[in-house]
């Protein structure tokens, strides 16, 4: 049974924050950056919701550290893109040592290996994009402390295969 109140739901962005999830926003030279650190679910999640702010063509380049492969593709519709890659968001999130990077001439949104999201732009837009969503601003984020080379990435070959499925479907070329 659910029980209504007064109060306005709380969104899915503030109910499964850890005590860690925040982001940084700063300018560096040209461009600003902005580094989120939240759990590997919730960067993917929150990634995956940030590509509706892209226009509706975007370059894409995936490399994956197991296996070396790398790939790109230019002027890909954005729907694709989000739906290939909401494909995979549970293995890359369970996972890791895969790197998406989703970007256009003014814009671009980095998943690392270990699943940090960094994003670059010639506008501090994404600033108010991110507190929009609930999302704290902080002076320090704590990165992950257990970075891997590539070869210590364990072994798993249903996100490579996947991963390989995304380039060949989006039909990425090799690089």
């Known amino acids: 049974m ?5 109060e306005p739901e709380t969104s899915i962005w503030k109910r499964f924050r850890g005590a860690a999830d925040g982001f940084t926003f700063g300018q560096e030279g040209d461009y600003y950056v902005a580094h989120l650190v939240a759990n590997a679910e919730r960067v993917v999640d929150i990634s995956l919701a940030l590509l509706e702010y892209m226009p509706p063509a975007v370059d ?5 550290a197991r296996t070396g492969g790398s790939w790109t593709g230019e002027r890909l519709a954005l729907p694709d893109v989000r739906e290939q890659l ?14 998406v990077a989703v970007y256009t001439s ?23 994009i991110l507190e929009g969503k609930g999302l704290e601003q902080r002076r320090l984020v704590r990165t992950r402390s257990w970075r891997l080379a590539s070869h210590d990435y364990p072994a798993a070959p ?11 479907t989006l039909e990425l070329v090799p690089s």
């Open 60 to 64: 894409v380049a995936i490399q994956d």
């Open 2 to 6: 659910f029980f209504r109140g007064r």
């Open 158 to 168: 249903e996100l490579s295969d996947a991963i390989q499925q995304l380039a060949s």
């Open 86 to 99: 909401a494909r995979v968001k549970a293995l890359l999130a369970t996972h890791g040592g895969v790197e």
């Open 106 to 128: 003014e814009d671009q949104l980095t998943i690392n290996t270990v699943l940090e999201l960094f994003i670059y732009s010639r506008t501090d837009h994404w600033l108010y």
